[in-house]
């Protein structure tokens, strides 16, 4: 069983910055693609950022030159720096990752349960 948590979100004020963290636990054996992505009231889930096991990165056009993804391998945790911050920034926030489980012979996507991100004008 795998689990994806994340946490950060909150309320700021537009211009402000936050920094958004997933941890992955479980029976992972490894972990290949993480990324983020937003859903806001009465709108699809969109593409925030993506980053591949060799750190390989992409962005909404939205997003870039604001928002920085990482990920610690190490850790199992992929995090979303998020600066100047917009008013459309507001959704709720999702961690995804393609993981391996021990003794799997494919792996799967899975998904943590979201974290509101709430930018004030």
């Known amino acids: 069983q795998v689990q994806l948590v994340e946490s950060g979100g909150g309320l700021v004020q537009a211009g402000g910055s936050l920094r958004l963290s997933c941890l992955a636990s479980?029976?992972?054996?490894?972990?290949?693609?993480m990324g983020w992505y937003r859903q806001a009231p009465g709108k699809q889930r969109e593409l925030v950022a993506t980053i591949t096991g060799i750190r390989s990165t992409n962005y909404a056009d939205s997003v870039k030159g604001r928002f920085t993804i990482s990920r610690d391998n190490a850790k199992n945790t992929v995090h979303l720096q998020m600066n100047s911050l917009k008013q459309e920034d507001t959704a709720v926030y999702y961690c995804?990752?393609?993981?391996?489980?021990?003794?799997?012979?494919?792996?799967?996507?899975?998904w943590g349960q979201g974290t509101q991100v709430t930018v004030s004008s």
């Open positions: 995804n990752a393609a993981i391996l489980t021990i003794g799997a012979v494919r792996q799967y996507d899975y």
């Open positions: 479980g029976s992972i054996f490894s972990i290949n693609g």
